[in-house]
């Protein structure tokens, strides 16, 4: 069964950048689609983007789009999302997780519930 571990999160300025990363083991096949998410201190969490494994489709929520890329790794167990000019708001762990087959490209595609295996996060903090 597929596993997925977060790797990457680290302190960075503002307006900086920083490339997260997940990797994938056990049952490659079945994960069609990889969403990244993040929970900040007290809020819920919030979907940011996805990433259809077969053609490399994307869709961003709104507040990242322009910023944030997510993309296939050279590994094809690996997802990498690349954050760029991030503000303290950023600020929060991160997760991807296994996302569904079938996908509309809106935020309908970003609800938690669709997403049945996740990796344990990895802290993103965005400070001078």
């Known amino acids: 069964q597929v596993q997925l571990v977060e790797s990457g999160g680290d302190l960075v300025q503002p307006g900086g950048s920083l490339s997260l990363s997940c990797t994938a083991s056990?049952?490659?096949?079945?994960?069609?689609?990889t969403g990244w998410f993040r929970q900040a201190p007290g809020k819920e969490r919030e979907g940011v983007g996805l990433?259809?494994?077969?053609?490399?489709?994307?869709f961003y929520r709104e507040s990242v789009r322009g910023r944030f890329t997510i993309t296939g790794g050279n590994a094809k167990n690996t997802v990498i999302i690349q954050m760029r000019d991030v503000v303290p708001d950023d600020s929060t762990v991160y997760y991807c997780?296994?996302?569904?087959?079938?996908?509309?490209?809106?935020?309908?595609?970003?609800?938690?519930?669709?997403?049945?295996?996740w990796g344990q996060g990895t802290q993103v903090t965005v400070a001078s």
């Open positions: 056990g049952g490659l096949a079945a994960i069609y689609a």
């Open positions: 990433f259809r494994k077969f053609d490399g489709t994307t």
């Open positions: 997780a296994k996302g569904p087959a079938i996908l509309k490209l809106d935020m309908s595609d970003l609800q938690e519930e669709l997403y049945d295996i």
